[in-house]
Structure formats: structure tokens, C-alpha cells
């Protein structure tokens, strides 16, 4: 398999570079080796194997950064600021723009464990996690979201829609924009309070 990266051809050498390049390909070829992932990093298969002695390891930290990144996007979305409509679009975006970089992770079930810092990993998953419930539960006692299933179930039924969209490839076909609107309209509308 010949994968390049586009743009320069520059050596990288760091793990996060190493990491950049393949979050990509596996984004785009979910079978490439460490092989593939070395060539189109621009690096020795021992400088990857330095870093990531295995694909599982090379995963694990895929994921490590994957829930990084959604919880700054989280953050940043201000969903406690927002009516429950909005902010359930903007985490839509980010769990799709993060979910479509990492759809390997998605793929193959990868979870950030068993590396060293765990503990600081399970934290990070909390503070994803606490705005999330907080939101689900607010649009249940405000009545956005019906109150017969919980604020957990609801929000379960919606990682699943969002889960689906990222394996049926939609943020790629259809962008990112219309993913979230047409996943927030679904959900939506069958989680709506009935009078």
C-alpha cells in the first residue's frame, strides 16, 4: 500500500507528528500497517516502534489524544450556556469532527487505557463525561427531553446516533454541518417530551 501525506515531504520525528500522520491514514485506510504508518510519516519502522511498540499502543495513544481534543471542544462549545436544541448541535459537531479523525477508534473499539498515566486519562474521561450528563439532565428538567428514560439512557441513545453516523462515514459525505443537523433533528424528535 503506497500512502503519502499531502503537502511537504517533511521528516517528522516526534510522536506527536508520528501520531498526526496516523491519525490521518487510518482515517483514510483503516488496514494500513506501522509499515504504512512509518513511510508516510517519513520515518524509520524503528523510530516508530521507539515510540509505539505495537498498533495497540500506537491506538491507545490515538485515543488518548482523541479525548483530549473532545474535551476542549467541549469546552469551548459552552454547552451550559446555550438552549438544550444548540448545545446538543454543537456537541454533535464536535463529536463528529473528532469521531471522523479517529475513526479507526470508532472502529475498532479503542479505549484510552492500560498505558501509563491511566488515572489522568480516567479524569479526562470525567470531564468530558460531567458536561454531557449535565446537559442531558437539563434538557430532561427543563422538558426539552422526555422524562420517562433518564438523562443517561437519553444520553447513551445519542452517543449510538453518533457512533452510527461516524461508521456509516456521514461527516464525509454529507460534511459535518448537515451530519449534526440531521442527527439533532432525529434525536430530537423522538426524545421530545409528549404532552
Do not use: C, W
Amino acid at each position: 500500500m503506497n500512502l503519502t501525506m499531502n503537502g511537504p515531504t517533511t521528516r517528522l520525528r516526534t510522536p506527536a507528528a508520528i501520531l498526526e500522520t496516523a491519525a490521518h491514514v487510518l482515517a483514510d485506510h483503516g488496514d494500513a500497517t506501522m509499515a504504512d504508518i512509518a513511510a508516510a510519516a517519513s520515518v524509520g519502522r524503528a523510530t516508530l516502534y521507539r515510540y509505539f511498540p505495537t498498533r495497540e499502543a500506537l491506538l491507545a495513544a490515538l485515543a488518548a489524544e482523541a479525548t483530549q481534543e473532545l474535551l476542549a471542544r467541549i469546552t469551548d462549545a459552552g454547552l451550559d450556556r446555550t438552549p438544550v436544541p444548540e448545545a446538543l448541535q454543537r456537541l454533535l459537531r464536535a463529536f463528529l469532527t473528532v469521531g471522523d479523525r479517529y475513526v479507526v477508534l470508532f472502529r475498532e473499539r479503542i479505549k484510552p487505557h492500560g498505558q501509563p498515566g491511566e488515572q489522568e486519562e480516567a479524569a479526562r474521561r470525567q470531564l468530558v463525561g460531567a458536561p454531557i450528563q449535565a446537559l442531558f439532565q437539563r434538557g430532561v428538567d427543563d422538558g426539552t427531553l422526555r422524562d420517562d428514560l433518564g438523562a443517561d439512557a437519553l444520553a447513551r441513545l445519542f452517543g449510538g446516533l453518533v457512533l452510527a453516523a461516524v461508521e456509516a462515514a456521514l461527516p464525509r459525505t454529507l460534511g459535518i454541518e448537515q451530519t449534526a443537523a440531521s442527527i439533532a433533528s432525529l434525536f430530537l424528535d423522538g426524545a421530545r417530551r409528549h404532552p
